[in-house]
């Protein structure tokens, strides 16, 4: 019998890792967030009107997660009204081909999503008799 595994073992560190940085960068917002600031540097104002659904807050929480994990930097210039710009950093160019490719697969599929929701949701309730 092999040993449980406990909060020191290192492959279940790892993979606890992985997990958490799987978190950050799939979630809704960071993959639109990382495929438009491929194009360039953008402001927030403009991340914001460009990626629809967003609040100001998620947008704001996305970009500080996005930046402590070193996939965006954020530059602040000191003007009137002010003004911060976003990029990516080099580890953000690393993988901004997987996340464009993820949001291109997701628009040539739309219609087949949509088709399959609706065969699901027609279908008749289960019976858990």
């Known amino acids: 019998m092999e040993p449980a595994a406990n909060d020191t073992d290192p ?3 790892d993979t606890c890792r992985a997990r958490d940085i799987l978190d950050r960068i799939g979630d ?11 194009d360039g540097p953008r402001r927030f ?15 704001t929480v996305t970009l500080r997660g996005l930046e402590r994990d070193g996939i ?5 210039y000191a003007v009137v009204p002010p003004r911060v710009d976003y990029d990516l950093t080099p580890t953000g160019h690393t993988l901004l081909a997987t996340v464009r490719q993820l949001v291109e697969w997701a628009d040539d599929h739309t219609g087949d999503i949509d088709a399959a929701r ?4 027609a279908r008749p309730a289960p019976s858990f008799e």
């Open 72 to 76: 965006v930097t954020r530059k602040v």
């Open 118 to 121: 609706a065969r699901y949701d």
């Open 28 to 38: 809704k917002w960071s993959v639109y967030v990382i495929s438009l600031l491929g």
């Open 45 to 59: 104002t403009d991340l914001l009107r460009t990626i629809d659904g967003v609040s100001q807050r998620m947008l």
């Open 11 to 13: 492959a279940r560190i």
